[in-house]
């Protein structure tokens, strides 16, 4: 989980290495010498940073308290001031998202140690957080304790960034190769540098003898891959501090002696520790660049090689005085000689070089950017000739300078024998038709095709004119009334410069009568200097083709008959529904105004057991007046009769208004209806009244759907260059099986169903409808019983 490109950092991992973090800094604080006010080294820095640095930049800011709590933590328990430990936990969290910043800069991912230029950002990282943690711990110990600055800040600046730059390289390393000396070289390297480590920091141990384990750590580095390195410089650095710290080796039998402070004895430490990282990591980081590029010249070898023996030319490589370096197995296979015969040896002393030759077999090109080209017979090894054309090129280094002479041949020889197959071509039996015709118009080639297709005698039919095979009708239509040798001379002169007619089809006769559509095409016939020698016919049998196509058509004119239909009874439906909602609305309205004046006493008092009566009259009477209003917009969008504005409007300003005219349906609801304001006006381009409504639909809806407690939100905003209105409850949902209909006509989902909620299943087919013709797109995302939102996307007005 650690290493970069082996996975990603997860939530149960992050929450090991915070409590990695927390032990690493007690132990660091434990291993303290008793004069030290702060610890020698602190591992848990290292960690801290590594953990930011792999974790998503969304986690950091939980992951930042973490580290102040872990490592204040740390401090408290042992038996540091309470007010003290929270200000060093707050320095190591300021470190782990200083360095870790740095590393991540512009947002990019943690990159692998795999160059110097990285190795100088993570150095960067490390002197930068434990600057930043020195700083602030550095105040904290002046401020509430009797700590020296200066001393404080030097030893926790280096112990900080030497952990850093010792933990780092671990997650940083590319992924360890499996070698075949990891096997036994890796434990006699590894058992003989704890070996010497052991020994110069022993107990006892005097002599200044600390250099001596820096050779088996660069030969690791020369040796092994990064990853192993930065393991084997980790144990080495923790050893020989917790060693130390012990008053054990050179360093702590300075310490233990009094020549040297705490603080001091940390100093020397964590610059033993940085001068040793300093030596073997860039080291091991040029071996890896050195394996790497090897790795790609070796690729780029095998991929020059792969292209040079899977071509099926000859291909010869020369140096400037002909003598040739490389050849491919194409030319070994064609010529029948082993590389070892020509590989070395001059391009003109080529054993397969016909006799009395000289020079390039093509010559050298004049310029350096052009090339030369010549046919000449190649003798291979036993005795047979082939005929290969030769090109001789260059090939010219960065600053043009020519550097080798490369020679390509092709093999000409099966073209050469390819005009004696034509003939044998053309008797084979085959579907397609081939005939040759002289400049007459009479036939002089009727293959084995022609013969299958039409049923004349090959021998019989030769000499015979072309057009005699043509039915005579359809030449004259097409020949203008020619028949004969000038019906075949139009014909022929219809050749473009392509050197062919398009294909079109011809009827033919066949020797029992029988009439054949035939796809045909004439071209020119040319010799090698390009003379006319004729013309061939080529032409295939498509009769039960046309057949087929001809029924596919009157299939698909019967298909578009039908949708004409359907189309013409969408249209009658629509009229229909706009003169029935017409001619409804009058009465209805009127049956309205009447029952509105009955209620309020205007003609005569109503008995009060009339009242409830004549008010589910009113009611009613309504609902059948919108569903009127309903249809006729959407007759009118479906028919192109409605003419709606096109102006200016301000999305943010329908907002209000639409709160307004709902006032009346959230009385006596419990529902939390919040309008978020914008910071400015949005221009789209539309009808204001038309907006309203489809926004006032929309709200309906969300008061209709969502029960007593809920929360309705609606905002408008500018996204992504596009005007969006939102509109978002906490009601009873949509299935997802059933949103595809959503904004079907008289769509009602099963929620609403079940809970006997009215509605005509309208309203959302005419918001639609306006977002569409406002050029805009309307989404909608909820599920059953988690509630739904619809958002309108609408083209921003253009200023």
Known sequence: MWNLGRGQLVLPTTVGVLVLVFGAGALAIASAPADTPVAIWWPAAGISVALLALAPRRWWWWLTVGVAVATGAANLVMDRPLDLALWLGVANAGE?????????????????????????????????????????????????????????????????????????????????????????????????????????????????????????????????????????????????????????????????????????????????????????????????????????????????????????????????????????????????????ELVGKEIWEMPFAPPGSTGYPAGLPEATDAQASRETDVVTRSGDKRRVLWNTSFVRDDRERPTYVVITGTDLTAERTAAGLTRHLLDAAATTAMIGIDPRGRITVFNAGAVNLLGYDAQDILETSFTDLLDVDQVQQRCHGATGDEAFQQLVAGIGAAGETAPRDWTWIGDDGRRHTVSMTLSIAADTFAARVGYLCVGRDVTEARASQEMLIAALEKERLAVQRMKDLDEAKNEFVSTVSHELRTPVTSIVGYTEMLEDGTLVEPAPEQRPLLQSIARNGQRLILLCDDLLTLSGIDSGAARWERNAVDLSAILVGAEDALRAQLAGRDLEVVVMSTDGPIPVLGDKVQLERALTNLLSNAIKFTEDGGRIEVSAKVHEGEAWLTVSDTGIGVPLEEQEGLFQRFFRSSSAQQRAIQGTGLGLSIVAAIVATHGGEIDVRSAHLEGTTFTIRLPLARG
């Open 96 to 340: 782990a998202y200083v360095a870790a910043s740095f590393l991540r800069w512009r947002r990019r991912p943690l990159r692998e140690l795999a160059g110097l230029d990285v190795f100088l950002r993570l150095v960067a990282a490390a002197v930068l957080g434990g600057v930043t943690m020195a700083l602030v711990a550095a105040t904290g110990i002046l401020v509430l304790t009797d700590g020296s600055f200066t001393q404080t800040l030097r030893s926790l600046s280096l112990s900080h960034a030497a952990s850093t730059l010792v933990v780092l390289p671990i997650v940083m390393a590319p992924a360890i190769r499996r070698q075949a000396r990891l096997a036994w070289e890796l434990p006699l390297q590894l058992g003989i540098l704890i070996a010497v480590t052991v020994l110069v920091f022993a107990p006892g141990q005097t002599l200044s003898l600390e250099f001596l384990p820096l050779p088996f750590l660069i030969g690791a580095a020369l040796r092994f891959d990064l990853g192993i390195v930065a393991w084997e410089l980790a144990g080495f650095a923790v050893f020989v501090i917790l060693t130390s710290s012990a008053g054990h080796g050179p360093f702590g039998f300075d310490f233990e002696r009094g020549e040297v402070s705490g603080l001091g004895m940390g100093a020397v430490l964590q610059a033993f520790v940085v001068a040793t990282a300093l030596m073997t990591l860039p080291l091991a980081i040029s071996v890896e660049q050195r394996r790497r590029l090897l790795e790609q010249v070796s690729s780029s070898e095998k991929l020059t090689s792969a292209t040079l023996d899977t071509a099926a030319t000859l291909i010869l490589v020369t140096d400037l005085y002909g003598e040739v370096l490389r050849v491919n197995a194409a030319t070994l296979a064609l010529t029948g000689f082993d590389e070892p």
